[in-house]
Protein backbone atom coordinates (compact mmCIF):
# COMPACT_ATOMS: atom_id res chain seq x y z
CA UNK A 1 0.00 0.00 0.00
CA UNK A 2 1.08 3.38 -0.73
CA UNK A 3 1.27 5.92 2.12
CA UNK A 4 1.09 9.92 2.25
CA UNK A 5 2.37 11.44 5.72
CA UNK A 6 1.33 15.21 6.08
CA UNK A 7 3.68 16.99 7.74
CA UNK A 8 7.38 17.69 8.32
CA UNK A 9 8.60 17.63 11.94
CA UNK A 10 10.07 14.83 14.20
CA UNK A 11 6.90 13.40 14.84
CA UNK A 12 6.67 12.98 11.25
CA UNK A 13 9.82 11.80 10.91
CA UNK A 14 9.70 8.80 13.58
CA UNK A 15 6.30 8.04 11.99
CA UNK A 16 8.12 7.62 9.08
CA UNK A 17 10.80 5.55 10.25
CA UNK A 18 8.34 2.93 11.66
CA UNK A 19 5.96 2.93 8.79
CA UNK A 20 9.10 2.34 6.55
CA UNK A 21 9.36 -1.04 7.97
CA UNK A 22 6.14 -2.13 7.42
CA UNK A 23 6.07 -5.45 5.17
CA UNK A 24 2.84 -3.76 4.07
CA UNK A 25 4.77 -0.39 2.53
CA UNK A 26 4.98 0.36 -1.16
CA UNK A 27 5.91 3.53 -1.72
CA UNK A 28 5.74 6.18 1.07
CA UNK A 29 5.58 9.88 0.26
CA UNK A 30 5.61 13.10 2.89
CA UNK A 31 4.35 16.30 2.36
CA UNK A 32 6.49 18.53 2.82
CA UNK A 33 9.29 16.01 5.03
CA UNK A 34 12.64 17.26 6.09
CA UNK A 35 16.55 16.32 5.02
CA UNK A 36 15.59 13.28 7.49
CA UNK A 37 12.21 11.63 6.20
CA UNK A 38 13.82 12.28 2.48
CA UNK A 39 16.30 9.46 3.39
CA UNK A 40 13.21 7.00 4.20
CA UNK A 41 10.43 8.59 2.07
CA UNK A 42 9.48 10.19 -1.10
CA UNK A 43 9.22 14.08 -0.48
CA UNK A 44 6.78 16.20 -2.13
CA UNK A 45 6.64 20.28 -2.30
CA UNK A 46 2.86 20.42 -2.07
CA UNK A 47 1.02 23.23 -0.57
CA UNK A 48 -1.00 21.41 2.23
CA UNK A 49 -3.76 23.74 2.10
CA UNK A 50 -4.14 23.17 -0.58
CA UNK A 51 -6.67 20.09 -0.44
CA UNK A 52 -7.38 19.82 -4.05
CA UNK A 53 -3.52 19.45 -4.89
CA UNK A 54 -3.14 17.00 -1.98
CA UNK A 55 -6.13 14.68 -3.46
CA UNK A 56 -5.35 15.17 -7.12
CA UNK A 57 -1.63 14.00 -6.11
CA UNK A 58 -3.18 10.60 -3.62
CA UNK A 59 -5.36 9.87 -7.19
CA UNK A 60 -2.14 9.85 -9.50
CA UNK A 61 -0.22 8.07 -6.84
CA UNK A 62 -2.68 5.33 -5.56
CA UNK A 63 -2.27 6.62 -2.10
CA UNK A 64 -4.20 3.90 0.05
CA UNK A 65 -3.85 5.80 3.24
CA UNK A 66 -3.28 9.82 4.54
CA UNK A 67 -1.57 10.03 7.54
CA UNK A 68 -2.04 13.61 9.00
CA UNK A 69 0.39 14.29 11.73
CA UNK A 70 -0.21 17.86 13.04
CA UNK A 71 -3.21 19.40 13.90
CA UNK A 72 -3.58 22.51 11.75
CA UNK A 73 -4.49 20.59 8.47
CA UNK A 74 -7.00 18.20 11.17
CA UNK A 75 -9.00 21.89 12.05
CA UNK A 76 -8.73 22.72 8.57
CA UNK A 77 -10.31 19.53 7.49
CA UNK A 78 -8.14 18.02 5.60
CA UNK A 79 -9.42 14.76 6.79
CA UNK A 80 -12.92 15.49 5.89
CA UNK A 81 -12.09 15.97 2.03
CA UNK A 82 -10.11 13.22 1.52
CA UNK A 83 -12.80 11.13 3.04
CA UNK A 84 -15.57 12.93 0.59
CA UNK A 85 -12.88 11.81 -2.35
CA UNK A 86 -13.34 8.35 -1.12
CA UNK A 87 -9.04 8.73 -0.07
CA UNK A 88 -8.57 6.97 3.29
CA UNK A 89 -7.13 9.07 6.36
CA UNK A 90 -5.73 8.86 9.25
CA UNK A 91 -6.72 11.89 11.74
CA UNK A 92 -10.22 13.49 12.67
CA UNK A 93 -12.68 15.10 10.97
CA UNK A 94 -12.66 19.07 11.39
CA UNK A 95 -15.06 18.75 13.83
CA UNK A 96 -13.87 16.20 15.74
CA UNK A 97 -10.53 18.42 15.75
CA UNK A 98 -12.21 20.51 17.76
CA UNK A 99 -11.22 18.51 20.86
CA UNK A 100 -7.73 20.46 20.11
CA UNK A 101 -8.85 23.37 17.94
CA UNK A 102 -11.01 24.90 21.12
CA UNK A 103 -10.28 24.41 24.30
CA UNK A 104 -13.86 25.79 25.17
CA UNK A 105 -15.42 23.50 23.36
CA UNK A 106 -13.63 20.27 25.27
CA UNK A 107 -14.00 21.85 28.74
CA UNK A 108 -17.87 22.34 27.78
CA UNK A 109 -17.84 18.68 26.68
CA UNK A 110 -15.70 17.70 30.01
CA UNK A 111 -18.86 19.30 31.98
CA UNK A 112 -21.55 17.91 30.39
CA UNK A 113 -19.49 14.00 30.80
CA UNK A 114 -18.18 14.29 33.91
CA UNK A 115 -14.74 14.15 32.62
CA UNK A 116 -12.15 15.05 35.90
CA UNK A 117 -10.60 18.21 34.65
CA UNK A 118 -9.58 21.89 35.94
CA UNK A 119 -12.87 24.24 37.10
CA UNK A 120 -12.89 26.86 34.59
CA UNK A 121 -15.32 29.91 32.73
CA UNK A 122 -15.60 30.97 29.22
CA UNK A 123 -15.46 34.25 27.59
CA UNK A 124 -15.51 36.34 24.83
CA UNK A 125 -15.09 39.88 26.45
CA UNK A 126 -12.13 41.20 28.67
CA UNK A 127 -14.24 42.79 31.25
CA UNK A 128 -16.32 39.98 31.97
CA UNK A 129 -13.17 37.95 32.18
CA UNK A 130 -11.20 40.25 34.34
CA UNK A 131 -14.13 40.30 36.69
CA UNK A 132 -14.02 36.79 36.85
CA UNK A 133 -10.30 36.75 37.53
CA UNK A 134 -10.51 39.14 40.09
CA UNK A 135 -12.95 36.30 42.82
CA UNK A 136 -10.65 33.61 42.01
CA UNK A 137 -7.74 31.99 43.89
CA UNK A 138 -4.09 32.51 42.47
CA UNK A 139 -2.34 30.97 40.37
CA UNK A 140 -5.09 31.10 37.60
CA UNK A 141 -4.91 30.12 34.15
CA UNK A 142 -5.75 31.98 30.91
CA UNK A 143 -6.02 30.31 27.96
CA UNK A 144 -6.70 31.33 24.18
CA UNK A 145 -9.21 29.67 22.73
CA UNK A 146 -8.07 28.39 19.06
CA UNK A 147 -4.81 27.09 17.86
CA UNK A 148 -1.86 28.95 19.23
CA UNK A 149 1.22 26.89 18.40
CA UNK A 150 1.75 25.96 22.51
CA UNK A 151 1.72 29.99 23.37
CA UNK A 152 -1.66 30.56 23.96
CA UNK A 153 -1.42 29.83 27.59
CA UNK A 154 -0.47 31.69 30.50
CA UNK A 155 0.45 30.35 34.06
CA UNK A 156 -0.46 33.83 35.73
CA UNK A 157 0.45 34.42 39.48
CA UNK A 158 -0.62 37.59 40.47
CA UNK A 159 -4.25 39.28 38.96
CA UNK A 160 -1.94 41.78 36.97
CA UNK A 161 -0.76 39.02 35.15
CA UNK A 162 -4.20 37.59 34.30
CA UNK A 163 -5.01 40.57 33.67
CA UNK A 164 -2.23 41.57 30.99
CA UNK A 165 -3.12 38.22 29.24
CA UNK A 166 -6.51 38.90 28.60
CA UNK A 167 -5.81 42.24 27.23
CA UNK A 168 -2.99 40.21 24.68
CA UNK A 169 -5.54 37.66 23.69
CA UNK A 170 -8.20 40.01 22.65
CA UNK A 171 -5.78 41.71 21.35
CA UNK A 172 -4.97 39.24 18.98
CA UNK A 173 -1.32 38.46 19.92
CA UNK A 174 -2.33 34.90 19.68
CA UNK A 175 -3.94 35.27 16.15
CA UNK A 176 -7.44 33.78 15.14
CA UNK A 177 -7.16 32.45 18.93
CA UNK A 178 -8.37 35.72 20.43
CA UNK A 179 -12.02 35.57 19.51
CA UNK A 180 -12.23 34.00 23.11
CA UNK A 181 -10.57 32.41 25.89
CA UNK A 182 -10.88 29.97 28.98
CA UNK A 183 -9.86 30.95 32.36
CA UNK A 184 -9.17 27.84 34.59
CA UNK A 185 -8.39 26.70 37.99
CA UNK A 186 -4.61 25.86 38.49
CA UNK A 187 -3.72 22.24 38.87
CA UNK A 188 -0.83 21.05 41.17
CA UNK A 189 0.62 17.78 40.52
CA UNK A 190 2.70 15.81 37.40
CA UNK A 191 2.31 15.98 33.69
CA UNK A 192 1.98 12.80 31.72
CA UNK A 193 1.09 12.54 27.87
CA UNK A 194 -1.65 9.74 27.45
CA UNK A 195 -2.37 8.58 23.97
CA UNK A 196 -5.16 5.88 22.70
CA UNK A 197 -6.02 5.12 18.72
CA UNK A 198 -9.83 5.78 18.41
CA UNK A 199 -11.83 4.71 15.62
CA UNK A 200 -14.96 6.18 16.17
CA UNK A 201 -15.87 3.80 18.53
CA UNK A 202 -12.97 1.62 20.20
CA UNK A 203 -9.89 3.24 21.96
CA UNK A 204 -6.18 1.36 22.37
CA UNK A 205 -4.19 2.69 24.97
CA UNK A 206 -0.50 3.54 23.57
CA UNK A 207 2.50 2.72 25.68
CA UNK A 208 2.97 5.71 28.42
CA UNK A 209 5.38 8.95 27.49
CA UNK A 210 6.19 12.08 29.45
CA UNK A 211 7.63 15.45 27.81
CA UNK A 212 9.36 18.04 29.15
CA UNK A 213 7.23 21.63 28.28
CA UNK A 214 10.10 23.99 29.51
CA UNK A 215 12.59 25.02 27.81
CA UNK A 216 15.70 25.14 30.51
CA UNK A 217 16.88 22.73 32.69
CA UNK A 218 14.80 22.33 35.46
CA UNK A 219 11.65 22.58 34.25
CA UNK A 220 12.40 26.76 33.85
CA UNK A 221 11.55 29.09 31.18
CA UNK A 222 9.06 29.43 28.79
CA UNK A 223 6.71 26.67 27.11
CA UNK A 224 7.56 25.38 24.15
CA UNK A 225 6.62 22.40 22.22
CA UNK A 226 8.42 19.70 23.91
CA UNK A 227 12.44 19.55 24.48
CA UNK A 228 12.42 15.80 25.28
CA UNK A 229 10.55 12.76 26.10
CA UNK A 230 10.81 9.34 27.78
CA UNK A 231 8.85 5.95 27.41
CA UNK A 232 7.16 4.44 29.91
CA UNK A 233 6.27 7.09 32.25
CA UNK A 234 6.98 5.43 35.78
CA UNK A 235 3.77 7.66 37.17
CA UNK A 236 1.43 5.95 34.96
CA UNK A 237 0.81 3.13 36.53
CA UNK A 238 -1.53 0.29 35.01
CA UNK A 239 -4.27 0.92 36.96
CA UNK A 240 -3.64 4.67 36.19
CA UNK A 241 -4.14 4.03 32.90
CA UNK A 242 -7.38 1.74 32.98
CA UNK A 243 -8.75 4.88 35.02
CA UNK A 244 -7.50 7.02 32.21
CA UNK A 245 -9.09 4.96 29.67
CA UNK A 246 -12.25 4.56 31.69
CA UNK A 247 -13.08 8.42 32.98
CA UNK A 248 -11.48 10.67 30.52
CA UNK A 249 -10.74 8.53 27.07
CA UNK A 250 -14.10 6.41 26.67
CA UNK A 251 -16.95 8.92 27.56
CA UNK A 252 -14.57 11.13 25.22
CA UNK A 253 -15.24 8.96 23.00
CA UNK A 254 -18.90 7.79 23.33
CA UNK A 255 -19.52 11.98 23.78
CA UNK A 256 -18.12 12.47 20.03
CA UNK A 257 -19.88 9.66 19.01
CA UNK A 258 -23.81 10.86 20.56
CA UNK A 259 -22.81 14.54 18.71
CA UNK A 260 -22.49 12.28 15.71
CA UNK A 261 -18.81 13.55 15.39
CA UNK A 262 -17.03 10.82 16.03
CA UNK A 263 -13.12 10.99 16.50
CA UNK A 264 -11.05 8.54 14.42
CA UNK A 265 -6.94 9.16 15.41
CA UNK A 266 -5.20 9.57 18.09
CA UNK A 267 -6.31 11.13 20.90
CA UNK A 268 -3.90 12.61 22.86
CA UNK A 269 -4.69 13.07 26.67
CA UNK A 270 -2.37 15.93 28.55
CA UNK A 271 -3.23 14.99 32.16
CA UNK A 272 -2.49 16.42 35.54
CA UNK A 273 -1.48 13.35 38.03
CA UNK A 274 -1.78 14.14 41.59
CA UNK A 275 -2.38 11.34 43.88
CA UNK A 276 -3.02 8.78 41.72
CA UNK A 277 -5.63 10.44 39.87
CA UNK A 278 -5.89 12.21 36.64
CA UNK A 279 -7.04 15.20 35.36
CA UNK A 280 -7.34 16.18 32.11
CA UNK A 281 -5.44 19.32 30.94
CA UNK A 282 -6.30 19.36 27.37
CA UNK A 283 -6.76 17.44 24.32
CA UNK A 284 -4.53 17.15 21.68
CA UNK A 285 -6.25 15.30 17.92
CA UNK A 286 -2.66 14.16 16.82
CA UNK A 287 0.41 12.43 17.87
CA UNK A 288 2.70 14.33 20.34
CA UNK A 289 6.09 15.83 19.94
CA UNK A 290 8.45 14.67 20.63
CA UNK A 291 6.55 11.50 22.25
CA UNK A 292 6.15 10.22 19.07
CA UNK A 293 9.80 9.65 18.60
CA UNK A 294 10.01 7.63 21.60
CA UNK A 295 6.94 5.58 21.17
CA UNK A 296 8.02 4.59 17.77
CA UNK A 297 11.46 3.27 19.01
CA UNK A 298 9.31 1.44 21.24
CA UNK A 299 7.09 -0.08 19.09
CA UNK A 300 7.06 -3.81 18.65
CA UNK A 301 3.92 -4.13 16.32
CA UNK A 302 3.87 -3.29 12.63
CA UNK A 303 2.23 0.58 12.54
CA UNK A 304 0.71 0.52 9.29
CA UNK A 305 -2.39 -1.83 9.69
CA UNK A 306 -3.10 -0.32 13.40
CA UNK A 307 -3.34 3.13 11.46
CA UNK A 308 -5.23 1.74 8.56
CA UNK A 309 -7.95 0.09 11.43
CA UNK A 310 -8.21 3.16 12.40
CA UNK A 311 -9.57 4.82 9.28
CA UNK A 312 -11.41 1.76 8.60
CA UNK A 313 -13.21 1.69 12.35
CA UNK A 314 -12.13 -1.63 12.19
CA UNK A 315 -9.50 -0.84 15.80
CA UNK A 316 -11.00 -4.03 17.60
CA UNK A 317 -8.93 -5.87 15.42
CA UNK A 318 -5.75 -5.07 16.43
CA UNK A 319 -3.53 -5.20 19.33
CA UNK A 320 0.18 -3.63 19.84
CA UNK A 321 3.44 -5.47 21.35
CA UNK A 322 5.85 -3.07 22.81
CA UNK A 323 9.50 -3.62 23.42
CA UNK A 324 9.81 -3.74 27.04
CA UNK A 325 12.57 -1.48 27.49
CA UNK A 326 13.24 2.21 28.08
CA UNK A 327 13.10 5.17 25.19
CA UNK A 328 14.49 8.57 25.93
CA UNK A 329 14.75 11.80 23.18
CA UNK A 330 16.77 14.94 23.67
CA UNK A 331 15.66 17.73 21.19
CA UNK A 332 17.94 20.16 19.99
CA UNK A 333 16.87 23.63 18.89
CA UNK A 334 18.01 26.63 17.84
CA UNK A 335 19.25 29.00 19.58
CA UNK A 336 16.24 31.78 21.16
CA UNK A 337 13.76 29.20 20.84
CA UNK A 338 10.91 29.34 21.53
CA UNK A 339 11.31 32.81 20.91
CA UNK A 340 13.10 34.58 18.01
CA UNK A 341 15.86 32.14 16.64
CA UNK A 342 18.17 32.63 13.47
CA UNK A 343 17.61 29.52 10.49
CA UNK A 344 20.81 28.43 8.24
CA UNK A 345 23.09 27.45 10.68
CA UNK A 346 25.08 23.93 9.20
CA UNK A 347 24.93 21.24 11.61
CA UNK A 348 27.76 18.33 11.48
CA UNK A 349 28.33 15.19 13.34
CA UNK A 350 24.89 13.69 12.89
CA UNK A 351 26.93 10.57 11.17
CA UNK A 352 28.97 9.77 14.07
CA UNK A 353 26.14 10.28 16.45
CA UNK A 354 24.12 7.75 14.92
CA UNK A 355 26.74 5.38 15.22
CA UNK A 356 25.22 3.72 18.13
CA UNK A 357 22.71 0.94 16.79
CA UNK A 358 20.62 2.17 19.94
CA UNK A 359 20.63 5.40 18.46
CA UNK A 360 18.03 7.10 16.52
CA UNK A 361 17.92 11.02 14.61
CA UNK A 362 15.13 12.29 14.10
CA UNK A 363 15.32 15.40 12.07
CA UNK A 364 12.63 18.06 12.77
CA UNK A 365 13.50 21.13 10.98
CA UNK A 366 15.96 20.51 9.04
CA UNK A 367 16.68 20.84 4.95
CA UNK A 368 19.86 19.53 2.90
CA UNK A 369 21.78 21.89 0.60
CA UNK A 370 24.36 20.92 -1.43
CA UNK A 371 24.94 17.52 0.62
CA UNK A 372 25.17 19.65 3.65
CA UNK A 373 21.92 19.42 6.81
CA UNK A 374 21.04 22.93 7.71
CA UNK A 375 18.61 23.80 10.28
CA UNK A 376 15.52 25.33 9.05
CA UNK A 377 13.11 25.50 12.26
CA UNK A 378 12.89 26.11 15.88
CA UNK A 379 13.55 22.39 16.90
CA UNK A 380 15.91 20.99 14.47
CA UNK A 381 16.69 17.16 15.87
CA UNK A 382 15.50 14.47 18.32
CA UNK A 383 18.28 12.69 19.41
CA UNK A 384 16.42 9.04 20.62
CA UNK A 385 17.61 6.39 22.10
CA UNK A 386 16.72 2.76 23.28
CA UNK A 387 18.21 0.83 26.06
CA UNK A 388 17.48 -1.51 29.68
CA UNK A 389 16.99 1.82 31.72
CA UNK A 390 16.42 5.26 31.88
CA UNK A 391 19.40 5.95 33.30
CA UNK A 392 21.55 4.00 30.51
CA UNK A 393 19.39 5.88 27.97
CA UNK A 394 19.86 8.90 28.87
CA UNK A 395 23.58 8.50 28.77
CA UNK A 396 23.04 7.26 25.56
CA UNK A 397 21.70 10.20 23.94
CA UNK A 398 23.48 13.07 25.50
CA UNK A 399 26.60 10.50 24.24
CA UNK A 400 25.44 11.27 20.77
CA UNK A 401 24.22 14.90 21.27
CA UNK A 402 27.64 15.36 22.39
CA UNK A 403 28.98 14.29 19.18
CA UNK A 404 26.45 16.62 17.34
CA UNK A 405 28.91 19.54 16.01
CA UNK A 406 26.09 22.43 15.97
CA UNK A 407 26.83 25.72 17.33
CA UNK A 408 23.52 27.33 16.50
CA UNK A 409 21.79 24.80 18.92
CA UNK A 410 21.11 23.88 22.42
CA UNK A 411 19.35 21.19 24.31
CA UNK A 412 18.29 20.15 28.08
CA UNK A 413 20.70 18.47 29.93
CA UNK A 414 18.36 16.77 32.12
CA UNK A 415 15.73 15.23 30.33
CA UNK A 416 14.32 12.29 32.44
CA UNK A 417 15.01 13.27 35.33
CA UNK A 418 11.70 12.64 37.20
CA UNK A 419 12.23 9.26 36.18
CA UNK A 420 15.73 8.94 36.55
CA UNK A 421 15.16 10.67 40.68
CA UNK A 422 12.28 7.76 40.78
CA UNK A 423 14.61 4.94 39.43
CA UNK A 424 17.55 5.84 42.30
CA UNK A 425 15.07 5.84 45.05
CA UNK A 426 13.96 2.47 44.44
P1 LIG B 1 -2.03 23.34 27.15
O1 LIG B 1 -1.66 24.05 25.88
O2 LIG B 1 -3.44 23.46 27.57
O3 LIG B 1 -1.47 21.94 27.23
O4 LIG B 1 -1.15 24.04 28.25
C1 LIG B 1 0.24 24.09 28.14
C2 LIG B 1 0.86 23.79 29.48
O5 LIG B 1 0.38 24.72 30.46
C3 LIG B 1 0.47 22.43 30.04
O6 LIG B 1 1.28 21.42 29.54
C4 LIG B 1 0.68 22.65 31.51
O7 LIG B 1 2.05 22.60 31.83
C5 LIG B 1 0.24 24.08 31.70
N1 LIG B 1 -1.17 24.14 32.11
C6 LIG B 1 -2.24 24.28 31.30
N2 LIG B 1 -3.39 24.29 32.02
C7 LIG B 1 -3.02 24.16 33.30
C8 LIG B 1 -3.74 24.11 34.55
N3 LIG B 1 -5.07 24.23 34.60
N4 LIG B 1 -3.03 23.96 35.68
C9 LIG B 1 -1.68 23.86 35.65
N5 LIG B 1 -0.95 23.92 34.53
C10 LIG B 1 -1.60 24.06 33.37
N1 LIG C 1 4.77 17.35 23.23
C1 LIG C 1 3.71 18.26 23.21
C2 LIG C 1 2.89 18.27 22.01
O1 LIG C 1 3.07 17.50 21.09
O2 LIG C 1 2.00 19.09 21.96
Known sequence: MNVLLIGGGGREHALAWKLAQSPLLGRLYCVPG????????????????????????????????????????????????????????????????????SKGFTKDLCAEYGIPTAAYRRFADASAAKAYVATQSLPIVVKADGLAAGKGVVIAQTRDEAYQAIDECFGGAFGAAEAELVIEEFLDGEEASFFALVDGENALPLATAQDHKRVFDGDKGPNTGGMGAYSPAAIMTPALCARVMQEIIAPTVRAMNARGTPFKGVLYAGLMIKDGAAKLIEYNARFGDPETQVLML???????????????????????????????????????????????????????????????????????????????????????????????????????VDKIDWPGGFCRRDIGFRAVGRQAKK
Not at 61 to 74: D, F, K, Q, S
Not at 317 to 323: A, C, G, V
Open 298 to 400: RLKSDLLPALLAVAEGKLSSITLDWHDDVALCVVMAAKGYPGAYAKGSEVKGLQAAAADPNVEIFHAGTKRESGRIIADGGRVLGVTARGNTIAEVRSRAYAA
Open 34 to 101: NAGIEEIAQCVALDVADHAAIIRFCKENLIGLVVIGPEAPLVAGLADDLEAASIKAFGPSRHAAQLEG
